[in-house]
């Protein structure tokens, strides 16, 4: 299995809202990711877990608010968005985050805020 | 900072072989990275260049110069389905894969 699965593919949200998106492997990776991805653009890295704890926080407004609950698992939590938050936000793993190794993407959710 | 170019489109036949290049300045340097993108689908993993020289995996091979801060991705015997955006992605500290994508090149393979 290499497979990194996203839940929900789509989701809409208003600006009130709460909503978390999620990522799960089964690869026994020990390194998972948030990216966020606009339209024609490259991915943007905003959060990495290493072995469950959080490595690298690209400083990322505190409306997103990501959690590792065990090694297969990754959250990202959302509140009070705003419009300009819409995107395609992608999780990614890869065996370990201090080696060169590939990285797997899921297929992401595609968020848009209202 | 770090900053990475690539040209933003490429266009060629089936069959040819084409090159993207990659320039960067980053503060640091760990390795530069491959990645396939297709419309709606999810960045994939095409090759890694850690030290200078020539990497190859297929028909996808990917070249470091560490000393001219350059790289490239060579494909050859291009086929319909290569048709996709290519970035270049730079790690500049030891935590590996925190790294920088470059602004992506957009290969359109024509019959």
């Known amino acids: 299995d290499t497979e990194v699965t996203q839940t929900p593919k789509h989701l809409v949200m208003g600006m009130t809202n709460k909503k978390s998106l999620k990522c799960e492997q089964h690869m026994g990776h020990r390194a998972m990711y948030w990216y966020k991805q606009k339209a024609k653009k490259p991915p943007e890295l905003m959060f990495v877990y290493s072995y469950e704890k959080l490595s690298i926080n690209e400083s990322v407004p505190s409306r997103f608010s990501p959690e590792c609950p065990n090694s297969s698992l990754l959250n990202l939590h959302l509140h009070a968005l705003q419009p300009e938050d819409s995107a395609l936000y992608l999780c990614?793993?890869?065996?370990?985050?201090?080696?060169?190794?590939?990285?797997?993407f899921g297929q992401g959710t595609r968020l848009t805020v209202v | 900072g770090q900053s990475l170019e690539q040209p933003s489109e490429v266009t060629a036949v089936e069959g040819a072989i084409v090159q993207i290049n990659c320039t960067y300045q980053t503060s640091g340097f760990y390795g530069l990275s491959w990645y396939q993108q297709h419309d709606g689908g999810a960045p994939t993993f095409l090759s890694y260049?850690?030290?200078?020289g020539l990497e190859e995996t297929g028909r996808f091979s990917s070249f470091l110069s560490r000393s001219d801060s350059y790289g490239y991705l060579l494909l050859q015997e291009l086929q319909m389905k290569d048709s996709a955006s290519y970035f270049c992605a730079v790690s500049w500290d030891n935590y590996g894969q925190n790294f920088v994508f470059g602004p992506g090149t957009r290969l359109s393979v024509l019959p």
């Open positions: 990614a793993s890869s065996q370990d985050a201090r080696q060169n190794t590939e990285a797997f």
């Open positions: 260049n850690g030290l200078d």
